[in-house]
């Protein structure tokens, strides 16, 4: 297999596979949804945003989108908390439909809820927000860091603050996945704007070696074999067999046909691709009722899978089981006639991640050894930088992520030094080898779920959830709680 | 009087004025000096360090400089201490030479000195070192900040303790004024790689409007008042009775003789300059010992201003005595056959804190209340924006600093974040007012010594310090020894 970058959401490097399901784009549907579900719109707001927060020669501004709902907001009087999520790398309806957690304890908070858009992403494009522009060269695309967005971050919440009169409401930073790595760190940078972090499945920890490269795979490793041993010995030895029809005569095209693939492309490496992206995501998104993320799914969609492969119906036939199991993921509505692996449509607008992936967030995940379900493989660093270089003309800065924000020995950095965040991780979760996983101080605390997923705790609440997960939601509103308390009565303190 | 920006350690609006007393350049003399007292050298070294932390546009690097001396160091082995000086706006020799603490404390800890030189200032000035290059305009300047001095900082502490293979030794980080501030910050922002700071006069509530813009002259007239009523109201008569002058015939020319100035150049406003900048840095280095920081000064300077100006010898002359006074801070030597209020030289290499000044580091100290030893003004920031505009045609970021740093109700923001921070203030120093004054927490501590001048406490010390000096100078070895106890202690802690 080749080396591809892993977006926290996405498999991301050519070719990338979509399935023809019908269009999941959430701007034009986005409010409809949300009060389909008797739930709540927001109101889509503009900031004008200074471009180089670092630099003082760059006068540039650019406008970033943040969403705003005030209906169970207690107001500036009673210095209200404000709730903000801080925006990962797409378009901000998307993470917000899919953090329905903040809107309902919203209610019980008396939260305004913000919901700021990462620059570069969705709406919040600069040069005049013309993409073609500010995508165009490492000149332009410079501006796109995780620095720059916790600056963003800081510098819009201050001036909403002032705007509304609300200087003394405390307020809290929610994300998930890279928005949890964000919402850590502006917590620990910018302890003066927020009060405290929940941080959901934020692997602040997948960067240097502090975490084994082998860690990610391992874990969906694990998913799958805890389904079920066939389950995992079919995955796994479906490479080989891939691998060779692919060198025989026709043997593309039988694999096209297996498989579904559309008639336009085909590639032993794109088919690789994107069953290894229907394992990877279906393993991030395991949740245990169905979700609409970033394909519908079933609830326990990785059992689902190994049900298809483990299926006596499928008979002996390896790709059999497979194209079963990916169709779980690409067309569990049952709509899709063929898969177009040719498809490079980028629902969410997450493109601006190769750029990330190529400066800063050097993340070692690709590590296969051999009990992997994947093809044994090394992380090599070199196989980035040259990616980088021929695609951007950049040279990664892999150390840059440690210097900036640390992470080697976190527990004994962070045991006397900050406070007020929480980090969920599901294990179930591939990204949550890198997660903090132990209460680092009374206060850095660890929630983790053994049958959790990718910040499974965000999303919005059903009645069939299991147990566990609520539980794990109530011990976040409790603590969150505590911190209001804490801030209010230091209010009142006089120095 | 005019406008005028005040350098932590320098006023530094047009025109500068430097006394013709022999040359304090301390590049050349540097080893000489320290030696020549029986004390410590240091190592020079240079550091490839990025330019832009925070675009990867951009790969250009720079030579910045250090100083390191390891005669105490206790080794890689034993996880010795670094002690870092976080470098200020100046040639770091010169810092490097007025922190004598560091040395003197090193034996004790066994400690390694790193002393780092900010960037854009003495030898560290990217664009190959030349400054004319660096400083000629806004896109070059640019990069002169201080966040960019702290990622700095970070890169080249984690580099050195690599290359010494000293990862587990605890780093401290000292520094004094606008190196306070950077050492303060660099323990807030960077906990990862500093278990403390001490952070010695450091205005860091100096932005917005945390601190009356009155505090700074405020601090000034107290310094004067206290020593004699007579003194204070003889400066504060002074600026009258100078204006007076000028205006008459040959005023000025009868100004240049009072003050022996010389015959190249005499303006009114000048004149105000050049004494207004020996009131303040008088103050500023109020030193119970001889010294000679700015310029070679006696022990208690203040009270050897008023005593010039109390001394029924001077007659009824305010110009005489005002000008005795000046002659404290400007002739202690007794060598100046007149003072050039046309020298514009920079011995310690200052000049990029003008750039600082019109961008990120507005501090307002210009107010003048009715009390004011100087005449009455009120801190006008569109005067700073007008001569930024025109100067290097940047519009400053007032608020940048509080945005990234903070600053507003730091106790509150403090009281439950962060750790191991001493902020020394000497409230004779009038940047006092800005400083850091009481206990946040239980380590994060104010040292507040009132009989204490600008980082009075970083200096060498000396057989006739007062109790008080050497108490507080106790107080910072035990306080900093309870950190290393804390840190050795949490390696030995499994996680």
Known sequence: MKMRLILLFLVFFSPISFAKIPPRLFPSSFDDQLSSKGKLSCETNYFTQILDHFNYNNPQTFQQRYLLNDKYWGGSKNNAPIFVYTGNEGNIEWFTQNTGFMFEIA???????????????????????????????????????????????????????????????????????????????????????????????????????????????????????????????VIKGSWKQIEDMAKTKDGLEKLRKSFRICKNYISQGALENWLYTAFVYTAMTDYPTPSNFLNPLPAYPVKQMCKAIDDPKSGKDTFEKIYGAANVYYNYTGNATCFDLNDHSDPHGLAGWTWQACTEMVMPTD??????????????????????????????????????????????????????????NGLRDPWSGAGVLKDISKSIVAIVAKEGAHHVDLRWSSKEDPKWLKQVREREVNIISNWFSQYYQSLNEIY
């Open 107 to 233: 209610r019980h908070f008396n939260a305004l809820l913000v919901f700021i858009e990462h620059r570069f992403y969705g709406k919040s494009i600069p040069y005049g927000g013309d993409k073609t522009i500010a995508y165009s060269n490492k000149t332009t695309l410079g501006y796109l860091s995780s620095t720059q967005a916790l600056a963003d971050y800081a510098t819009l919440i201050i001036d909403l603050k002032n705007n509304l009169t609300a200087i003394d409401s405390p307020v809290v930073v929610f994300g998930g996945s890279y928005g949890g790595m964000l919402a850590a760190w502006f917590r620990l940078k910018y302890p003066h704007v927020t009060i405290g972090a929940l941080a959901s499945s934020a692997p602040i920890l997948n960067f240097g070696n502090i975490t084994s490269p082998y860690s990610f795979n391992n874990i969906i490793t694990q998913d799958f074999k805890g389904e079920s041993e066939n389950c995992y010995k």
């Open 367 to 424: 590590g296969n050894n051999k009990e992997s379900i994947f093809p044994p493989s090394k992380w090599d660093y070199n196989e980035r930088a040259q990616f980088c270089k021929s695609n951007f003309g950049v040279e990664p800065r892999p150390n840059w992520v440690t210097t900036e924000f640390g992470g080697y020995n976190i527990e004994r950095v962070l045991k006397r030094f900050g406070s007020n965040i929480i980090f969920f």
